[in-house]
């Protein structure tokens, strides 16, 4: 008889996108004709940039010729890529890594999800509140969570709260913690840490061996000087922090996937029996054991991303999404209503005006100005009386719904 891994019973069903779907089809049912505006996508919606199209070609073309034809290739990534991605995202920033620390992937979501097999299920994990899920359900999964509560909140997860009151700036845990889970800038809240707040916690996990494990996807989107790009722009982070990063915003990958993990060879936990050991070596096993790597024709792709002119042609992309943000938060500012992010990530947060719950506020765009956002509480406990929009969809589309917004009378 086989058994399955009972976690999966545990986890919580992706109520969240299911249940804005039900809403927006029941109101489509009574009111066929209402233009309704997605300002809740998640996904880019522009195609990829020219010199990253040429690059395929060419890739596909090496393909079909029996004397530039690739197999399989190395699991950690092909060193064209590894170099590329040294050079443009840390050494141009003074950040000194080795090859072997890099690790290519299918994307950032696989990475977060995985990197779980590399530790102990005892480990005590924090995650930030509101959170992207993923973290939270691959806990699950690994037994890590507990079980869940009335509250919403697992039994086992330290949560560190972002809202208003502390500026979107968690607080340190108050309790034991082994491993803490940051993404920044910050999915769903569009917030940020400056390279200060960002020390606070480099320096707590130093102090008390704490591992980091950064989510940096959002990183392209940032536009103050004082937000750090990568972790490893803090002192020490190399010895507490792995960093997880994806060309899928930043580049419109979202279709092509790919990503690419940093851990560095004095980032270590501890064994059994007490001995320190190096995850760079563990995360090795681990990829060439289980993942055969991400195809040739996609890493050309993601080399020429990285290029100087791939950096020119997809930053134009980057501000094309972030004019939106930014009239996004000119038209909400402009109803006094509390606006946060949508300055270095391509989400805005806000709170639902006269202390309305999220799925009330939610109801209420859609069906008096068919404008559809993602309700906060989604995300979390602590997004009650928040709700998302993201800056995602084309720019004839936010002018209209910002059109409206500006002009509902309510
Ligand atoms: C979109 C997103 C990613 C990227 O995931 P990929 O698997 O690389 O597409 C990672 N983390 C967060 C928080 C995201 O929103």
Redesign the pocket.
């Known amino acids: 008889m086989a058994y399955i891994n009972d976690t999966y019973l545990d986890l919580q069903g992706s109520y969240l996108f299911a249940e804005v779907q039900r809403r927006v089809s029941a109101f489509k049912t009574q009111c066929p004709e209402a233009s309704l505006i997605r300002m809740g996508i ?1 996904d880019v919606t522009k195609p990829l940039v020219p010199v990253v199209i040429e690059a395929m070609h060419r890739a596909v073309d090496e393909m079909a010729d029996s004397n530039t034809f690739r197999g399989y290739g190395p699991e950690q990534g092909y060193d064209f890529l590894v170099q590329q991605i040294l050079r443009s995202e840390y050494q141009s920033k003074g950040i000194s890594l080795e090859p072997s620390e890099i690790f290519v992937s ?7 999800g995985n990197i779980g097999d590399i530790l102990s299920d005892k480990n005590i994990v924090a995650v930030t509140d509101p959170v ?1 899920p ?1 973290y939270v359900d691959t806990n699950v999964m690994a037994g890590r969570a507990g079980s869940i509560q009335a509250n919403g909140f697992w039994s086992k997860l330290v949560y560190l709260p972002c809202n208003a009151e502390n500026g979107f700036v968690p607080e340190l845990p108050k309790e034991h913690v082994d491993v803490m889970y940051l ?1 920044f800038p ?2 769903p809240t569009g917030t940020t840490l400056t390279r200060g707040q960002l020390k606070v916690f480099v320096d707590y996990a130093l102090k008390n061996n704490v591992l980091i494990l950064f ?1 940096a ?2 990183e392209a989107f940032i536009s103050e000087s004082d937000v750090p790009r990568s972790i490893y722009e803090i002192e020490g982070a190399q010895e507490c922090a792995i960093e ?1 990063r ?4 930043s580049a419109g ?2 279709g092509i ?3 690419y993990t940093v851990v560095p060879k004095k980032v270590c936990a501890y064994s059994r029996s007490g001995k320190k050991e190096p995850l760079q070596a563990l995360w090795n096993r681990r990829q060439t054991t289980k993942f055969n790597g991400v195809s040739y024709v996609t890493q050309r792709a993601a080399e020429a991303a990285l290029s100087d002119e791939g950096k020119r042609q997809t930053s134009e992309q980057v501000a094309y999404y972030m004019e939106h943000a930014k009239l996004i938060r000119s038209t909400l500012e402009g109803l006094g209503w509390q606006v946060f992010g949508g300055v270095n990530a391509p989400y805005v947060w806000f709170k639902a005006p006269e202390g309305l719950r999220s799925w009330d506020f939610f109801d209420r765009m859609l069906r008096e100005i068919h404008v559809i956002a993602t309700p906060g509480v989604g995300f979390g406990p602590s997004g009650e009386g928040y709700l998302r929009l993201t800056a995602f969809a084309d720019t004839k589309s936010t002018q209209e719904a910002m059109a409206r917004v500006a002009q509902w009378k309510r």
Request: charged share 25%; aromatic share 20%.
């Open positions: 998640g299918d994307g950032c979501k696989s990475d977060m992207y993923v993404c910050n999915n989510d996807a959002y997880f994806s060309f899928s915003k990958f979202t996937r790919c990503g």
